[in-house]
């Protein structure tokens, strides 16, 4: 595994704790508590076994796929864009009469008082990440 | 009691990776074993495991809830069951000792995810620990490090990526239409009909996401794949509870204890389980490798439990239970089987090895028994399971769907009687040789399956009027 993957890997888990403080800070903590949860452990633990299937490819193909990939996705953020514009002014969506969720106070307490068995999954998965790291990167091939 | 279905298996993990000269593969593999057993033989202990919600604390800091009922006893029965023939398969097939002790890791924290899956009374929970489950079976898959089985792997990895996205969206949608994400408080939200939109909306998308996790036609793209490159042990894990657990319970569960679901619901639910049935009962006539076509097999045997789930009476889901059980032990059964044939003539293609199988007297036999069960001849238990979810389909006026899935039993024992007869039934003109059948752990497995499935059949009636595994429950 290279420099690279390790970073984009440290990236995701970084993106996903900001994305937890955000969802912290516009009181969902609830919901906070559940993205560092799925996206901390797991797909991080997903990332790295997905990985450690792929092999390297010459200079010249990485640069061709790059270029490949740039023009396929060129347009996609206008398009996305245009789509969200098109939504909130010309659709109507249903307003619901939603209750308020059940809100927690603080993030401490969503993830010490109310998810304990959440906490167990967590150490379990990274337990699987370690065990997925072994099979494949310190057994040898066959 | 019922938090070591949970913690049992974790801390036997923890202890095996203690940094001790004595730890080893052997070692593991008895230590495992025992706890396999105990889980096999508590369910069966009523007074020791009393129905209903438990509480677990460890001092101030770590308490949770878990819920225990019927359901939930059964699968810990089966997981009990298939777990330990997974164990013995993988003894006699992994080759290295250092790969089985890795092997028996992964399998207590597959374990662990199942069992807390199973016995979590949040959807929430449900979801993180059904993910646990799939991830350590990603590693299993691809435990042998085969081109094909990283391409199996890879293709469940990515379909159970996107299952993963619908299901937690699904479960946003939840927490803002009910408020919380406990099943009772969902099923509450259900009963008091506000914001129904948004909950059906929700059971929609969580639906979308389990039936990529079942397996089911047309989300059954990585089975074929995944079951027929995957290691011995892990296709029979697989096939037998994995793909049972992460997608069939989860939709039991949620049928049983959380969603109310229209008629409208109902009918996609059971023409996506007929679909099944016929399209992967027609794939399998096609296929000419044993795995391959136990894969379909399973495909269209899974397709009949949502069937049943799908038509919802009381009657229906006691099938969908018992058929749920017959498919996890008759299909571990076929795919030891299928390993005893790929452990002695290098190979599961049935053009390679037709005329060999005679040479497996148990494994022909024993064959028979898990292909008999599977299509639903008497007095094997998938006898009885057929017979409860296509009486329940005709008692609530689903003629159409009783007619069709009675028809397509008969087409699945053809195709197994294809198989039967081109492996176990005719003579090769040329024997590789009369050594014995390859390892006894094999056989034992075989015979203690094919033991399973004809005493089932046979004590059924005595299983429902005793109160055995509360199974009598589901017809009240």
Redesign the interface.
Known sequence: MTVRLVRSIMGLAITSAVLAVILYRLNSPLAAVFELSVCSGLISVIFITTVSFTQRISKERFFIRRRERFLKFLYLPIIIMAAGFLLVRCLQIPQFGLPAPAQVADVRLALWGLRHLDLLGQVVILIAGVFGVVVFFKEPDQ | MVSLF?LAP?IL?LALNLPFKFINAKAAFWLSAVLFLIQILLPLLDPWLPLGNHSAAFGH????T?CLDSLALIMLFTIGIVVFISLLVARGTITTS??YF?FI??LL?SL??MN?AVL?ADI??LY??V??TA??V??LM?????RFA?EG??KY?VLS?IASIFI?SS??FF??????VSFAGIHSAFLAG??I??LNFAAGLFLCGIFIKCGVVPFHGWVPDAYSEAQSAVSVLLAGIITKITGVYVLMRLFISVFIVKSSFQDLIMLIGIISIVFAALAAFRQDNIKRLLAYSSISQVGYIVLAIGCATPLAVLGAILHFFNHAVSKSLLFVNAASLEKKFGSSDISIITGLGNQLPVTGVTSLAGLFSVAGIPPFIGFWSKLIIIIALFNAQRFVYGGIALLISVLTLAYFLYMQRNVFLIKAASVAGDSPEPFFGLKFCEILLAAIIVGAGLGLPFILKSGFLQLNGFLH
Do not use: D, P
């Open positions: 949970i974790f993990l800091f770590f308490k949770f878990l250092k790969r890795n890791n992964l924290v662990t995810g807390a979590s929430f929970s993180v620990f993910e646990i991830v350590a990603f590693v691809a435990i042998e490090k085969n990283i792997t890879f990895l990526m937690l479960i946003a927490i803002l239409a009910a408020g919380e506000t914001n939109i948004l």
